[in-house]
Structures are given as structure tokens and as C-alpha cells.
């Protein structure tokens, strides 16, 4: 990893991206942008009132975040080999993505917006903005800014060439943070027999139990294909192949295996294009506590 941009939105007061974002750089050397945009509101007329010595009230406020900013770098500074601050106005996710296309950067970092009424992480609508369009896996996040120590890699390696590369890849991602955060990781996919809703009367107990067996070993077929590339084999009890919808099996994995990173990539169709998250990614991450790294099926294999 060369680079990578760290989101500090002012709300984050406890500074959990950068703290996050500060262990990533040192263990990798890497240079890094920090970033705080500010969003415009209705009130955003007013912000071209002048103060007596002229300036706008809009630039008095750039320059007091970016002050802001600076005080709580410290510890950033001391681990990255250069770390650049920016403060602007603007959309946050559109402000992420075009430095990200325009420098290459290799990780996102940003806080989430804290907890739901349910319980369960808030990501928000600048996460999942970026889950679905940033072009580099996206860090976001959760309760607790402290290396993971389980991490859940969630994966779908159907048949289907495109998914079986991007399982590859989140597997890869998953193998190298627990190597240099000493962390254990599970694995998990979920399966399930086609809808056989309007054929139901004509199949028997022993139709339906060939289906969920076939359906079964298809699945771990393709999850065992892909585990053999991992330098080592995954213990039994950290492989979890559960029938079931991922939207309500993954987020229950999680929560019983007390993952605080769950890595899980970002394909819907492929000829979505700027809808990459998809429907089924975007209920799991609603549902979750902990931290999610999604990847992107255009993600290098190079951390």
C-alpha cells in the first residue's frame, strides 16, 4: 500500500478514522491525505458575509477546521512517511472519489456515523455512497478504532468467473490484515435451493432434499476452490457455509463468531455500472456492529 486518504468529518470528535488510519500507515509506510469537507446547507448565503477583515465567513470557517484538523495529527505525522490535509467545501463522497481517481490511492478510511436506535452501526449516506462507486476497497469505521482481532471475510464464489475473482480478493484482503493484526478470521457463505414456489406440489420430500443437497455441495465446492489458493487451510470451526439468505445469515455469523471487521466485496451486475454495492450488500451492512472493508471487483491483490 502507497497511499491512502483518511475522511475526518468534524462529527468524528473522538478521531476514530485517524487513529484507525494511523496504524494502517505505520505497518505499511504509507503516504497519506487526510480530508475534512464541509457540506453546504440552506444557510450556505450566509456564508459570504465578509468579517471585518475582510475575509468570508466561509473561509474563516476552512481555516478554523483545518486548525481543527492539525491539533489532533500528531500521531499520524510521527507514523507516515508524508501525510497531506485538505479541508473544503463540498459532498464528501464526490470530494473521496475524485482523489481517488485522480491519485491512485490504494484504501479509504472514514469513521461511521455512530449507532442506529436498533443498535447497529449507522453508516450513512457518504459510506454508502462510497461502497457503491469509490474504484479502491473502503474502510469504514465502526464503534471501536482499534485493529480488528476476528475478522469475518463473507464470500460468494459462484461459478460465475467475476465473482470467483472478486472472493479471491476479498479472501486476500482478509488473509493480510489478520497477518499483520495477529487477528483470526472466519470465513462465510451463504446458500440456498432455487425458488421453487410454483413448482412446489409437484416435487416430493425426496426432490426437495436432492435440490438442498446439491445446492449444498455446489456451494462448498466453489468456496473450498477458492480457500486452496490461502497459504494455510482454515480450521473447520472458522468455515461457515449456513443455508440460508446472506442478508440474514451473514450479519447472524457475525454477530456469533464477535467479528469487528467483516471484509466482503462490493459486485452487484456488472453492467451496473456506479452500483456496485447491489441490494443483498447493502441490507448486510445495515444490520451489522462492527467495522466493514468492502472490495471492489477492480481492487489490486497488492497490499
Do not use: Y
Not at 155 to 169: F, G, I, M, Q, S
Amino acid at each position: 500500500m502507497k497511499r491512502m486518504l483518511i475522511l475526518s468529518p468534524p462529527e468524528d470528535r473522538s478521531g476514530r478514522a485517524l487513529t484507525l488510519g494511523a496504524a494502517i500507515a505505520e505497518r505499511f509506510g504509507a503516504d497519506v491525505d487526510v480530508l475534512r469537507v464541509l457540506e453546504e446547507d440552506q444557510n450556505s448565503a450566509a456564508l459570504e458575509a465578509k468579517t471585518h477583515a475582510g475575509a468570508t465567513l466561509r473561509d474563516v470557517l476552512l481555516d478554523a477546521e483545518r486548525e481543527s484538523l492539525e491539533a489532533v495529527l500528531q500521531p499520524l505525522r510521527a507514523t507516515s512517511r508524508d501525510v497531506r490535509v485538505e479541508v473544503e467545501w463540498g459532498v464528501p463522497w464526490e470530494s473521496v472519489i475524485s482523489r481517488v481517481e485522480a491519485r491512485g490511492i490504494d484504501l479509504v478510511v472514514k469513521p461511521a456515523g455512530g449507532l442506529s436506535r436498533s443498535g447497529n452501526v449507522f453508516f450513512g449516506s457518504t459510506a454508502l455512497h462510497l461502497f457503491r462507486r469509490c474504484p479502491c476497497p473502503v474502510w469504514v469505521v465502526g464503534e471501536s478504532a482499534q485493529l480488528p482481532e476476528r475478522i469475518l471475510a463473507a464470500v460468494d464464489p459462484t461459478n460465475e468467473p467475476h465473482r470467483r475473482r472478486l472472493a479471491e480478493r476479498v479472501l486476500h484482503w482478509a488473509d493480510e490484515i489478520a497477518d499483520w493484526t495477529c487477528s483470526s478470521i472466519d470465513v462465510a457463505s451463504a446458500w440456498s435451493t432455487p425458488d421453487l414456489a410454483r413448482v412446489e406440489t409437484h416435487l416430493d420430500e425426496t426432490d426437495r432434499e436432492r435440490l438442498r443437497t446439491e445446492a449444498l455441495q455446489a456451494t462448498t465446492a466453489d468456496v473450498d476452490e477458492v480457500l486452496l489458493a490461502r497459504r494455510e487451510p482454515i480450521e473447520s470451526s472458522r468455515l461457515h457455509v449456513v443455508e440460508g439468505r446472506p442478508t440474514e445469515v451473514l450479519p447472524t455469523i457475525a454477530e456469533q463468531s464477535a467479528a469487528d471487521l467483516i471484509v466482503m466485496g462490493t459486485l452487484s451486475r456488472p453492467d451496473r455500472a456506479g452500483d456496485l454495492l447491489g441490494a443483498t450488500a447493502e441490507t448486510i451492512v445495515r444490520q451489522v456492529r462492527c467495522s466493514v472493508l468492502t472490495v471492489p471487483p477492480t481492487a489490486t491483490l497488492e497490499l
